[in-house]
């Protein structure tokens, strides 16, 4: 059974940053396409960032697009969210996600097989 586990989150001011992180057990690491998405209350879950199984490929929404990285460690079966210059509207859960049955997910939720269960991000302003 795999597992997604969220790490990182926490309260930072506008400008500032964070990295999180997601430990992924069960099955090796490298099967997995990965992704970021979040959410605020009453509103839907967003894409935020995606990668390749074997990392070549990222993707970005055009909210974050250089300003958050997106990246994988094999060797400790781990996907990062480093973000960088955080603003007010990126307060929100973040959530890890990842599927087998395709090589890069892509930005649709429905993509992706298993969730972590998220972390929350504070951005003050």
């Known amino acids: 059974q795999v597992q997604l586990v969220e790490s990182g989150g926490g309260l930072v001011q506008a400008g500032g940053s964070l990295r999180l992180s997601c430990a992924v057990s069960?099955?090796?690491?490298?099967?997995?396409?990965m992704a970021w998405f979040r959410q605020t209350p009453g509103k839907e879950r967003d894409f935020v960032a995606a990668v390749s199984r074997s990392g070549g490929t990222t993707y970005y929404a055009d909210s974050v697009k250089g300003r958050f990285t997106i990246s994988g460690d094999n060797a400790k079966n781990t996907v990062y969210l480093q973000m960088n210059s955080l603003k007010f509207e990126d307060t929100a859960v973040y959530y890890c996600a990842a599927t087998r049955s395709a090589y890069f997910g892509g930005r649709k939720e429905n993509t992706y097989d298993y969730w972590g269960q998220g972390t929350q991000v504070t951005v003050s302003s």
């Open positions: 069960g099955r090796t690491f490298s099967t997995y396409a």
